[in-house]
């Protein structure tokens, strides 16, 4: 599986492992940002969605459901 943003950006500071999904580092704003991560499989394996928000001072949240890219 590979993951990549498909819409948004991600606060700036913070990285995406294309490998695991992981999301590190530490945000150097204190802006809220939206954004939805694209988790792409090999061929026969489905794609994943799924939308985040992180914002300054509060635990990230999930918006939506993971469902199959089409």
Sequence with gaps: MRYSVAEGAL???L???ADTGGITS???TG???TFTLTGTG??????ARQAFTI???SPP???GT?????
């Design 11 to 13: 606060p700036a500071g």
């Design 15 to 17: 990285r995406l492992n």
């Design 26 to 28: 530490i945000p150097t």
């Design 31 to 33: 802006v809220a940002s």
């Design 42 to 47: 090999t061929p026969g394996t489905p794609d």
């Design 55 to 57: 914002g300054a001072g």
């Design 61 to 63: 949240s999930t918006a």
């Design 66 to 70: 993971a469902r199959k890219a089409g």
